[in-house]
């Protein structure tokens, strides 16, 4: 058995699959994705404008590029290889820069990220799945939009108990899994940090934020509009995957 099919087989249990998520946790959630979507679909317009009026300069491709590669790693090589399925070992600080990295990426807590993760797996395109475009009771264009945005908004989320559990068992990952909004925060201040100490002006720090904090989120956001194409697509041909082959 690999280390992949290991963790999800581990995820059987008697827990639920899902449990839900009470108000006002619920209005805060749903409150803080609303802004994870729209704050950064902002900063992406204003960036290109603010940089016309200043000028072009190092700024812009060192902290948007810099961004791109650490939350980059953070979400496929952390959330994804070592923490959802286990391919990989390492170090201890090594995982929790892993764990931060991942979180700067806007796409939530590792905990939440890995047990929806864990659950799609086996249950891809299935009545389980948590964004399946099928399945849904309102017909097909509620099945694409909540398969696309409108399960993040869900009054229900994959059982950390269930899924979870190994990393639940880590201190120090809980510790940073709740730290999520530092992190949030540090992904925009990091970019103006380096701007604006490189240039030692508040402009640089504007064209820092602008650019490897909030358009590089929007930038995150590509992922779920190519998903989106990818769900036209498995709606209008795919018959849905079975258990193994959803694994590999
Ligand atoms: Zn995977």
Known sequence: MTMTEELITTAVSDLPVYIPVRA???????????LSVVVPAIGAVA???VSWRVGFSWVEPVTFLGMLVITGLGIEAGYHRLFAHGSWKTTR????LMAIAGNMG???PVLYWVAHH??????SDGAL?????????DGAFAGFVHSHVGWFFSA???SPGRFVRDLLNDRTIVAVNRLNPAWLLLSVALPAAVGGLGTWSLQGAL????????TMGMVLSIPLLLFGIVLIAIALSRPPLNAAQAVQ
């Open 156 to 158: 229900n989320r994959a």
């Open 24 to 34: 006002p946790r619920l209005r805060l959630q749903r409150l803080a994705f609303g």
């Open 106 to 108: 806007v796409q939530g």
């Open 207 to 214: 064209v820092g934020f602008l650019w490897g904090g909030l």
């Open 93 to 96: 600080s090594i995982r929790v």
């Open 118 to 123: 864990r659950l799609h797996h086996p249950n």
């Open 47 to 49: 960036a290109p404008i």
């Open 129 to 137: 799945d948590p964004h399946s475009p099928h399945h849904h009771p």
